[in-house]
């Protein structure tokens, strides 16, 4: 693993150079900062929740697979300043004399596949029979039903309902982690779902996703993000594989724009990633990794996790022990960063399911 650059920006020093040495510190200073940060200059703004949200149950039914396990569509509407909105989200839940905890997934494959009601398809990307047989209700939503992932000048989508507009408005990345925060607005009202253990959980630019809906939004307890690379867990700077100026010009819709001016100048960043997973303590953050993954570069990936424990140093928490990122399949934890580097390629699998559940078992 290559060395941790001493040049990166730094967690525990504010933007006007003061040490940040007490929760306090970090909690009215330096967090506030960093998450403008990245509000400003990277994922963009976004509307507040809004007042007419409301959400219609569309069908419930026992599951097809098990007589203790519902299946319920719902959908949430809105309005903005220019217009209504809806998008629907799919639950799994378990039956249960208490309220049960939650993996939300954030859905960026296809839905018919791995959001199959009728169950016909089966997925590991979804492990809707693993998560509710583990007493965890799986519940998901399809990015594309929030916006579509193609670069369309944001005139489509949940964008269009709302007038906010310029070099720091949400691009499609924050729409997307927008329509968790209203899927959490639902689950807090739900009794059958135990609203203090609910995780977001997503693979790849659905990884970024979580990792920004969890840094904006405290009520997640638990964030898992698999192979998020580039603008996701990796660090941007002195990394290997996917850069800025790439990401940028595949998939310029998935930022703000004023990400742009960091193309090929990372070294102005006054963030890097790992502050991003800092704004995640002192919940639980877990990053996961695949071995042949260069694009998204684990090393980066494990480095950031790595630093991030500075700020569950604040709680009086621990972080992972070691820079040096862990062999394949040994799974390295602090007491609520988690680590694992699955063998094989880009990807989010029933082991990768399994390692996250175990790490979220042990932490109760
Ligand atoms: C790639 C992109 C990555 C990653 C990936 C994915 O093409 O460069 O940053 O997000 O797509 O989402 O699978």
């Not at 960093?34 to 976004?46: Q, R």
């Not at 296809?110 to 799986?138: C, M, W």
Request: with cysteine.
């Amino acid at each position: 693993m290559k060395t941790i650059d001493d040049r990166l920006p730094k967690i525990g020093v504010a933007f006007d150079g003061t040490r940040i040495a007490t929760k306090e510190q970090w909690e009215g200073k330096r967090r506030p900062e960093i998450l403008g940060f990245f509000k400003d200059e990277v994922y963009g703004n976004f509307p507040a929740r809004p007042e007419d949200l409301s959400f219609r149950v569309v069908s419930s039914e026992r599951s097809v697979f098990s007589d203790d396990v519902t299946t319920e569509v719902l959908e949430a509407s809105f309005s903005g300043d220019r217009g209504t909105f809806s998008f629907p989200f799919y639950m799994f839940i378990p039956r249960s004399d208490r309220p049960v905890p939650v993996m939300l997934l954030i859905c960026n494959r296809s839905k018919a596949e791995n959001i199959d009601l009728s169950r016909q398809i089966h997925t590991d990307f979804f492990p809707v029979e693993y998560l509710t047989s583990h007493g965890y209700a799986a519940v998901s939503y399809w990015v594309e039903d929030l916006d579509t992932d193609r670069d369309d000048g944001s005139v489509n989508g949940v964008q269009q309902a709302f007038s906010l507009s310029g070099d720091h408005a949400w691009g499609t990345i924050a729409a997307w982690a927008w329509g968790a925060m209203r899927v959490m607005d639902h689950i807090e009202t739900d009794p059958r779902l135990d609203k203090s253990r609910v995780a977001v959980v997503g693979q790849s630019r659905g990884g970024k996703t979580a990792l920004y809906a969890a840094a904006c939004d405290e009520r997640f307890n638990a964030v898992y993000s698999s192979c998020s690379g580039c603008t996701g867990a990796a660090l941007s700077l002195y990394k290997d594989g996917e850069t800025i100026r790439q990401i940028n010009e595949v998939f310029p819709y998935w930022f703000c724009k004023a990400y742009r001016k960091y193309d090929g100048n990372e070294v102005a960043l006054r963030c890097d990633q790992h502050e991003l997973l800092s704004l995640i303590a002192p919940r639980c953050l877990y990053v996961a990794s695949a071995s042949m993954d260069d694009w998204a570069d684990p090393k980066a990936e494990y480095a950031s996790a790595y630093l991030a424990g500075e700020a569950y140093g604040y709680y009086g928490l621990k972080g992972l022990e070691s820079d040096v990122q862990p062999r394949p399949c040994l799974q390295v934890t602090g007491d609520r960063v988690g680590y694992h580097l699955r063998p094989g390629v880009h990807d989010l699998t029933l082991y990768d399911w399994q390692m996250f559940m175990s790490f979220l078992e042990s932490r109760k």
